[in-house]
């Protein structure tokens, strides 16, 4: 039985998701027991990757790579980094439904490349049996468990809400099926957004497809809850936050919850981090310790 760890990484003319990957895969390796990765990428930004990092390095961090296509006809999406400053980018969101197809493992995590791997809690997940697990739980660096206006619900009146950031699967039947929804759903998005009122954006949104599928799954019920993984929350940081600085295994954080209300944390457990370009700012050093 293969297990291992499934990252996407695509970048645009604003944000290097590469780098990003090679930080959570070298993370990894550092932190966990069951540590085999593997990258899904396209040709341009792997090659960026060696420039930047070394062939070495890129090997070290990933134990499989698989180039694949994507589609360029993608709207842009608003990034931000802080409360001061935004840009507008192509969000090349569009093949997370391939995800099964792609993995080379019989057990999969399919993990965010914006996800640090900071303590070694997802080592209790292999084995599981179940064939899916993903948390619906989230929580800010402020303990605010309402992030971004969500509160565990798809809109006020809608259904659950699963967040795509980490999911652990297996190769089922079932896992087959649920991937053939959320490419179903992602091919007529804005029917689904209108069927099940979830904000419609230009861009396409995994946490949204997957919790629709999850609901089809179900046979739209919430009778039977999807197990979450051995995490209690989700810890986020937000864009509004900023990675200052990676010191041995902690990542600092400063938090801005209303303009000027500055707020230092120091991390050392898994998050999530939304604000790409603060990653960017301390990659080096996250590499470094990491790569020791």
Request: glycine share 4%; with cysteine.
């Amino acid at each position: 039985m293969t297990c291992g760890f499934l990252i996407h990484a695509y970048n645009n003319r604003e944000i290097d998701y590469g780098s990003m990957a090679v930080c959570c895969a070298l993370l990894i390796k550092k932190h966990l027991t069951v540590n085999s990765t593997a990258l899904v990428t396209v040709q341009d930004t792997y090659t960026h990757m060696v420039n930047m990092h070394s062939e070495e390095l890129i090997h070290h961090a990933f134990d499989h790579i698989i180039l694949t296509d994507i589609s360029r006809n993608v709207a842009d999406r608003t990034f931000f980094d802080t409360r001061y400053n935004r840009k507008a980018a192509p969000y090349y969101n569009t093949n997370r439904s391939d995800t099964l197809a792609l993995s080379p493992f019989d057990e999969t995590i399919l993990i965010d490349a914006d996800y640090l791997v900071l303590d070694n809690s997802l080592d209790k997940v292999w084995g599981s049996v179940e064939d899916i697990m993903v948390n619906k739980s989230v929580i800010d660096l402020n303990h605010v468990q309402n992030l971004g206006g969500f509160d565990k619900r798809i809109s006020l009146l809608g259904i659950e809400l699963y967040w795509a950031t980490v999911v652990y699967f297996k190769k089922t039947a079932l896992v087959d099926s649920l991937f053939g929804m959320v490419q179903y759903i992602k091919d007529n998005y804005q029917y689904y957004s209108k069927l099940y009122n979830f904000p419609s954006s230009s861009y396409f949104r995994n946490d949204y497809a997957l919790s629709v599928a999850l609901h089809m799954i179900n046979a739209h019920t919430e009778m039977k809850h999807v197990s979450s993984l051995p995490i209690q929350q989700l810890m986020f940081s937000t864009e509004n936050d900023d990675l200052i600085d990676f010191v041995n295994g902690n990542a600092f954080f400063i938090s801005e919850r209303s303009q000027g209300d500055f707020r230092l944390h120091k991390v050392n457990t898994n998050v999530h981090v939304m604000n790409k370009w603060s990653i960017g700012r301390v990659a080096s050093r996250i590499i470094s310790y990491a790569s020791c």
